[in-house]
């Protein structure tokens, strides 16, 4: 018997039987060996989709979960801005008082979420080093720097009305409630105008990005994000405010509901399998799933929510926890999506096959 060097490569057999020696031989069955050969072993191991030496195709941000709380908050932030210069227009000054303070507590707890993620004070601050149109991160420091000035001249003007003038001091009392009576219109309705990208832009800074499933979203997830905004607004506002002045809030959350139930499924049904599975399977799966269920709740209780207290606050709190879980839904589908490399590769193959079925092959995509 000869040998060579790529003997080495062969893997080993499985020890042979001993023949019997007494009886006839049985017939070979179909399929258990014999001479369809298929005792033979194959020298070749089932394909599987793998990496070099098993890293992830595309890297997972170090992100924990204080960026899907800044993700909530800011949602928060942005709908009650929004809510609240509804309220002032209209005149509610429970509805506008509470939606302003909601608005600046929310972007100032969101605020300490981000720099806890960071890890230090500092890196925040050099957000605003500079600007760039072309970086989501970028406007979305400044967009987040400005709402909170903004935010923060109504909330204080409210804050100066319950208590009277005390929280100010003695010698700007008189001037001080002058200046913010006069600003605090102006600057509620700059917050507005600055709610929608608030709520949206994190959408936006996921989906600049070659992760599979954030990538694949990019068309659709900021709807998704604005109807998850104006739930967690309208259900915040359903829980602080009296049932007689949340006419506002619970049409805002019912638009919400629609919102954030058809986009979710359009979202979906315009990604490839691969990319959308991270999304149906899971804990990422099951939060989205319980996040439809407590949605469509939330809205049907807002309906009666004008009769009964406990109705507005158990539906208010349906409509937070669904915006919740599907912002740490879509987070963390994400994150997930980058262990498998199928969730990349069979994208991409469906993406190669579909242009060279189209005819395109005189690009650097589809040339081999």
Known sequence: MTTSTFDSYRPPEPPRRKRRREGPRPASRPGAGGGDGSREMSMVDDVKFSSYYGRPIVKAPPWKHEIGLYFVLGGIAGGSALLGFGAQLAGLRKLRRNSRLTALGAAGAGALALIADLGRPERFLNMFRTFKVTSPMSLGSWLLGGFSALAAIPALSELVRMTHGFILPKPLRRSGRRVLEATENVAGAGSALLAAPLAVYTAVLINDTANPVWNASRKHLPYVFASSASLASAGVAMITTSKRQTLPARILGGIGVVGDVVSMHVMKDAMHPAEREPLETGEPGKMLKFAEILAVAGGVGSIFAGRS????????????????????????????????????????????????????????????
């Open 309 to 368: 207290r406990l109705v507005a606050v158990a539906s208010g709190v349906c409509l937070v926890g669904a915006s919740a879980l599907t912002r740490f839904g879509v987070l963390d589908a994400g994150l997930e999506s980058v262990h498998d490399p199928r969730h990349v590769i069979e994208p991409q193959k469906a993406r190669l096959a579909a242009r060279r079925a189209a005819g395109i092959t005189d690009d650097s995509i589809t040339t081999v």
